[in-house]
């Protein structure tokens, strides 16, 4: 019976022990990834206890590599890759040169073969595109220019390792190797990719999209999310048997073709819960793969080769930030982000051993050194704001990285009376709007140069770089400003900004955005005066505008708005609360015994094409009209020679007798 359960028994257990573990790591302050590495290891067939069968596990892992990619192909799409290949092509090429000529030097120094060696800096060189995508979104940094330059450098080392993957059994394999076979292979490989490519930028992006349309119109809900399985782990397979690429290329195709449909934030919502498990089976099929004891015996070459994985790759890539002229910011990001090595690393390890060069130890070094790799990047990732802030104080250092990088006019010393927003996205762009044509002063901080770039061309004041890690409201003038508004993404970071800025400026009003009930809470706290939920208002506003078409009035909706409010912003407190509320809302709200009420003109009416002047309608109902809705047009501070016309809504206040008179004479 054991037998028969074996791969149900080992994906239980290991999910059981990755939660646990997940647990754990969240407890003591470790990445989760960690959690879920050491879990993998508890049921591992290395450790005591429980034997799970890791072959079983690490083909359900290569489903979260599917969904993964996946997922990064919707987000990601060829236009972000043309912007970035002036930096990620090269930096990739040269990246993979130098990595594997490193650890071919390490493996020299172990006492390896020379084929021994160009394995392991093969493995070296090539990071996981699936652990990059984990750090980058958990640090905030997936949408930003660094993000989109490391996710288009590992797309082509993804790319390269299909070139690799086929030259590897022909220059190893059994028999001579001549050129030409070399060069046949090489030609193959290069064929079936374009081939491929080229069906789904051409074909796929035109009957995938239509038949997510016509399946999302036409059937159930669970067919559509079937539907996105389907693409996501067919188009991988078709890859795979068809074109001998890896299923981790096919699914990121599949993903860029189905994120340019109108579909694709559906498609995305549905394939989340897949791509959250499965990466998350995935980290722990690693660690089901690694052999305590071996690498115990071979600690000296695990601690050398963990360090060249994490310092000598990001110190390789800093020297190429350098070469590149990337940015200062964007250099940092990549090399944390390629500081490891992952899911590719295994596979060439994997064809090295079946091509007898590398030894089971051999491999599980390199098992043990994407493991730790693995569970330390989050780390070197909390390394980039700092390391940023030293290196910008040392200004030959960062020049290197920003020769051909756009520089911004400081502000001006005596800069004083202004607003500072901080990110300049569609809320940070309202705001500033408005500000800047009330001749306000107004300073923009953002974290991404080209969205600074776009604030300076509309006649802003900016200052680059990120508000909640690096010293830059300290340059923003905050003791002499107006009101800091905090405008971007993320509670968190939203809450550290609020608490310096506070220590910076005591009696600075600071307006910011929360997305949930507690980050309300954790905001004020830190300080800030006035706190939106997006999401809270724009659900008061649909309830409003559905009250109105039902026939409720103004009066009766705004204690809704208010028990809605008072909910949504209880640590705000009363007077706060108060200061929210809308012109239009308290003037309803003192209007006691009056109310406002909208009435329709009816198509019979016998007063229709009368002016106010003729109606004379509050001598007849004892009601005023005071604003008129007519098609999508509202028109304000009526006078007497305006015509009532069939059709029209007349918002009225009065009584509520005054107003059942009025509806009388106007619905006839």
């Known amino acids: 019976m054991h ?25 003591l302050r470790l990445p989760p990834i960690v959690g879920y590495l050491v879990g993998g290891m508890v049921v591992s067939p290395f450790t005591p206890g429980f034997i799970g069968d890791s072959d079983a596990m690490n083909q359900l892992s290569e489903v979260g590599v599917m969904f993964m990619m996946f997922s990064t192909g919707l987000h990601f799409s060829l236009k972000d890759l043309f912007e970035v290949k002036g930096i990620a092509i090269p930096g990739a090429i040269l990246q993979i040169v130098a990595g594997t000529l490193a650890g071919y030097a390490l493996a020299m120094a172990f006492g390896w073969s020379a084929e021994a060696g160009i394995m392991l800096g093969l493995s070296v060189s090539i990071a996981s595109t699936v652990v990059l995508i984990k ?23 993804d790319l390269a390792t299909v070139v690799i993957l086929v030259v590897l059994p022909v220059l190893f394999g059994p028999g001579e190797v001549s050129g030409p076979a070399l060069a046949a292979g ?37 067919l559509f999310q079937l539907a996105v399985v389907v693409i996501a782990l067919g188009t991988a397979m078709a890859a795979s048997l068809f074109f001998d690429l890896s299923v981790a290329l096919g699914a990121f195709l599949a993903g860029v073709v189905v994120g340019g449909s109108k579909l694709s934030h559906r498609v995305a919502a549905e394939a989340i819960p897949f791509k959250d498990l499965f990466s998350i089976i995935f980290f722990a099929s690693v660690g089901m793969m690694v052999n305590p004891a071996t690498l115990a015996a071979h600690l000296p070459e695990l601690v050398a080769l963990v360090a060249l994985i994490i310092v000598g790759k990001w110190l390789i890539n800093m020297v190429l ?38 030894s089971a130890d051999q491999y599980s070094l390199i098992l043990g050194g994407a493991v730790v790799s693995i569970a330390l990047n989050s780390f070197v990732f909390k390394g980039i704001g700092p390391i940023e802030d030293w290196m910008r104080g040392h200004k030959r250092l960062s020049g290197l990285y920003e020769r051909h990088v756009h520089h911004f006019e400081p502000p001006a010393d005596n800069l004083g009376g202004h607003v500072v927003v901080v990110g300049y996205g569609h809320a940070g762009r309202c705001v500033t709007e408005v500000v800047k044509n009330l001749d306000i002063p107004c300073l923009v901080v953002e974290r991404e140069l080209q969205v600074a770039e776009e604030a300076e061309t ?11 890690n690096s010293e830059i409201l300290s340059h923003a003038h905050l003791d002499t400003a107006r009101v800091l508004v905090i405008a971007g993404n993320g509670d968190g970071a939203a809450e550290q ?21 507690d980050g309300v809470a954790a905001l004020v706290a830190a300080g800030a005066d006035d706190v939106v939920r997006p999401e809270l208002e724009g659900g008061i506003e649909l309830m409003r505008h559905t009250m109105l078409d039902l026939g409720y009035r103004p009066k009766q909706i705004q204690d809704y708005a208010n028990d809605l409010r008072a909910s949504g912003y209880e640590a705000l407190g009363d007077g706060a609360q108060g200061k929210r509320m809308h012109a239009f809302e308290r003037l309803v709200a003192s209007l006691a015994e009056v109310d406002l009420h909208w009435i329709s003109v009816g198509e019979g009416c016998p007063l229709a094409g009368c002016t106010l002047a003729q109606l004379d309608l509050r001598a007849r109902t004892g009601a005023n009209a005071v604003a008129l809705r007519r098609g999508t047009d509202i028109e304000l501070f009526l006078d007497a ?20 008179a009025a509806e009388a004479l106007l619905s006839a």
């Open 3 to 27: 037998g028969d359960t074996i791969l149900l028994m080992t994906f239980v257990f290991a999910l059981v022990a990755a939660f646990v573990g997940g647990i754990v790591a969240r407890a």
């Open 135 to 157: 750090n980058l979104t958990d640090a905030g940094l997936y949408q930003s220019h660094g993000g989109r330059v490391a996710t288009g450098w590992l797309i082509v080392e």
């Open 186 to 222: 090489l030609a193959e490989a290069l064929a079936k990719t374009v081939i491929f490519v080229a069906l789904m930028l051409v074909v796929g992006s035109r009957v995938l999209p239509w038949l997510l349309t016509r399946i999302a119109r036409f059937c159930p809900g669970e």
């Open 321 to 358: 930030g350098t070469v590149l002229s990337a940015g200062l910011h964007t250099s940092l990001t990549v090399a944390a982000g390629l500081a490891q090595i992952g899911e590719f690393s295994f596979i060439i390890g994997q064809t090295g051993m079946s091509l007898g060069i590398l």
């Open 458 to 468: 509309d006649g802003l004041s900016v200052l680059v770089g990120d508000a909640a």
């Open 497 to 517: 900004i609020a608490r310096e800025a506070r220590e910076l400026a005591p009696n600075l009003r600071i307006v910011t955005r929360a997305e949930t009930e």
């Open 641 to 660: 020679g305006t015509v009532l016309e069939a059709g029209d809504r007349v918002g009225m206040i009065g009584t509520a007798e005054a107003l059942e």
